[in-house]
Nanobody, 125 residues
Framework: QVQLVESGGGLVQAGGSLRLSCAAS????????MGWFRQAPGKEREFVAV????????LYTGSVKGRFTISRDNAKNTVYLQMNSLKPEDTAVYYC??????????????????WGQGTQVTVSS
């Protein structure tokens, strides 16, 4: 069993930055593919970014490409999402997720085995 705990959300003005963290329990974190998803009010959950177990491969949804960066520190069992140039449309609850499978560019929520509780990000205009 893996537990994921997100942190780092908050209120920020448009154009600002936030760094989300997702701390994972368990000794097998370094073998997991990790992803970030978000869900805005009244909308479905959507894929944001995914990173391979080694960090060598990443994939982003188009709306965040060039603004967000996913990274991981396997020694700290933590995955990060650096968010720059934030826009009001980035407002959502952000979730991290873990997939026991190796990299396959996982962009669908059903591909993931474990989820965190989410952290709220609010971007004011």
């Amino acid at each position: 069993q893996v537990q994921l705990v997100e942190s780092g959300g908050g209120l920020v003005q448009a154009g600002g930055s936030l760094r989300l963290s997702c701390a994972a329990s368990g000794r097998t974190f370094s073998s997991y593919t990790m992803g970030w998803f978000r869900q805005a009010p009244g909308k479905e959950r959507e894929f944001v970014a995914v990173i391979s177990w080694s960090g060598s491969m990443t994939l982003y949804t188009g709306s965040v490409k060039g603004r967000f960066t996913i990274s991981r520190d396997n020694a700290k069992n933590t995955v990060y999402l650096q968010m720059n140039s934030l826009k009001p449309e980035d407002t959502a609850v952000y979730y991290c997720a873990a997939d026991r499978a190796r990299w396959s560019a996982q962009v669908n929520g059903y591909e993931y085995d474990y989820w965190g509780q989410g952290t709220q990000v609010t971007v004011s205009s």
